[in-house]
């Protein structure tokens, strides 16, 4: 009978010695996969924001700002310009006055997460940033 009773006990140490492993191995993939999409995230935000930069500083030399953009790829739609980048979606938007001596467009460009699962939580993509940018150019009478 001792026997028996050291065999269970024993059994049951192993039982609890695989559920705490199969928890830790629950846990460290869970962590794995967080870190990965982190990774991937501060990946793409990193794209973005190259192309941003890019887009407003050929916005900020450029004599037409819809030549400027239709030439970078981006689509109108109302008034807004996007541009669909994997991953990642920019929009421009942007007004222009007409001053005394030039004209002034103002504008931003901001750049748009899409989520992979928009089930989860939201249904829209997630803003990385809006980046402002501004031109002016002056009108020679």
């Known amino acids: 009978m001792r026997n028996r009773n050291r065999s269970n006990v024993l059994l049951v140490e192993i039982l609890i010695t695989v559920f705490f492993f199969m928890l830790s191995a629950t846990v460290l993939v869970q962590v794995f996969a967080t870190a990965r999409n982190m990774t991937e995230r501060s990946d793409v935000e990193s794209m973005a924001l190259i192309e941003a930069q890019n887009v407003a500083e050929a916005l900020y030399v450029s004599e037409d700002v819809d030549a400027t953009l239709t030439d970078l790829a981006f689509a109108s739609s109302h008034g807004a310009w996007s541009k669909d980048c994997g991953n990642y979606t920019l929009y421009v938007m942007g007004i222009t006055q007409t001053l005394d001596a030039g004209e002034l467009w103002t504008g931003t460009v901001s750049a748009y997460y899409k989520l992979r699962n ?15 940018c501004a031109r002016y150019r002056e009108v020679l009478s």
């Open 118 to 132: 928009p089930d989860i939580a939201r249904a829209e993509d997630e803003e990385l940033f809006s980046l402002p």
